[in-house]
């Protein structure tokens, strides 16, 4: 095989992946590899489609041949430091961001992922916080490492001080949509609400077609209390990207707000929020010798002391790719949720609503990921906005006064002019499987005490036809 077939096998891989076929362009960079056996670039772009398959054993493998081939590119080691940390080898890991960051000092997504890490591992602010300064006092002026670090402290339950930290990136006459959109959402979170719309409208000012500024935009107007408007560009956002799933709450939000009959179509619990009981999978006896061994294998991949970034774990850790375990319980998952899932697609029926008219009868798993809470551990109030169905699955749960520790639903996750709460709940109970909608708004409440609570969740999405990658070539 020639370089022009090496050359056509990758463009063929590219295009898969770009279509959402992972697993089809896998086997085209495995195929691209076989057709240029000393090529460095060839085994890192296999290891990182692998990486992104959750097959991080197998990425691990392609990632150390492409240093044997002699590559040394920070994106090799940025590789090497995900399938090292996603298996468990944290030190490794640490010191593969570092030799990243070593051969680009402002590598944004290193640095991230880097700070993000020790975090989690130290639940230490000016830990996760080193390697930024250190790279910020080798280039003060650099606007990606003075946003990173504002993203960190906001990630990290400061967001006033993210908002101070933002100031020399908002310091030029026409800052970007991202820093301002940064900036509002600090803002809004630091109760700084005026602010926040001040920032939101900049924004929105400087694109305005761009969604997220939108949504930042309606979630500011919420929290001071201009309810028609958030109402008007949640709409607008929905008209757009009909599947968001953060506008449809914000919107039903403002519905809420107004005494719109509308938002109880939205928020129909009885119909919309399912309760069944995992299924036990051929190989276990019985459901309760299942769920055992289930918290046995989720127990093995909590690695941390607290929550990543950007996800709405507080006081507790969450692990990642669940369904990409080799432990025999979590592989059989799948299985366990099949019947809970066709009843509770059956029971949706057909409709016009965000819900159903999405509803083929069949489904994809869309991310699987589990969370460990302890004392004053909560999940705040939030939606999913790339999902479709979401779900809360228990196989530990503790006992608390009162509602402590329960699933609530309807108490937004942003600030509203009146403040608005929950309106319905579930008790947990190992076993039980909770299904509803991505937009709906939920969390959890706090519970106290020694023991800790073990839960899984997983998103879906429609199964859809397969994507024709060559949809812009024409037939005579």
Known sequence: MGVGDASELLRQAQQLKAAGLLEEAISCYQ?????APFSAVAEHNLAAALGDAGRWTEAEEHISRAFLKGGDAPESWLVCARCLQMLARLDEAEAAFLSAIARRP???????????????RTADVKRALACVDSALLASPG?????????????????????????APAMAGASPAVDILVLAAQSARQAGRTNVALSLAERAVAAAPGNLLSQITLAEACLATGAVERAEMLAGDVRQR???????????????????????????????LVNVESLRCPPGWSDLHAYLADVATGLKAVHQFRTHPFNQSVRHGSQAPDIHESTHPALRALPSALEQPI??????????????????????????????????????????HPQGW????????????????????FGQP????????????????????????????????????????????????????LRPNVNAGSQRP
């Open 106 to 120: 402002t590598y944004y997504d290193a640095l991230r992922e880097l700070a993000q890490l020790r975090w989690m």
């Open 142 to 166: 650099e606007v990606s490492l003075q946003v990173l670090k504002a993203q960190v402290l906001r990630e990290t339950g400061q967001p006033a001080l993210a908002l101070e930290a933002l």
């Open 241 to 271: 990207a009909p599947d968001n799933q953060h506008a449809i709450a914000l919107q039903a939000t403002a519905w809420r707000i107004l005494g719109d009959d509308r938002y109880r179509s939205l928020f129909d619990y009885g119909a």
């Open 389 to 408: 169905i979401s779900s809360a699955c228990y196989i530990e749960t503790v006992d608390g006064e009162g509602m402590a520790g329960w699933l609530q």
């Open 342 to 383: 066709a009843d509770y697609l059956a029971s949706l029926g057909e409709g016009d609503d965000p819900v159903r008219a999405r509803n083929t009868g069949d489904y994809a798993f869309n991310g699987m990921w589990s969370v460990q809470l302890k004392a004053g551990g909560h999940l705040v109030n939030h939606v």
């Open 31 to 35: 195929r691209y590899v076989s057709a």
């Open 413 to 464: 996750g942003v600030a509203t002019i009146p403040p608005l709460e929950p309106e319905h709940f579930v008790k947990p109970e190992p076993g039980r499987v909770v299904l509803f909608p991505s937009y709906m708004w939920h969390g959890t409440r706090p519970f106290s005490g020694e023991a800790t609570r073990l839960s899984f969740a997983f998103d879906l999405k429609p199964k859809l």
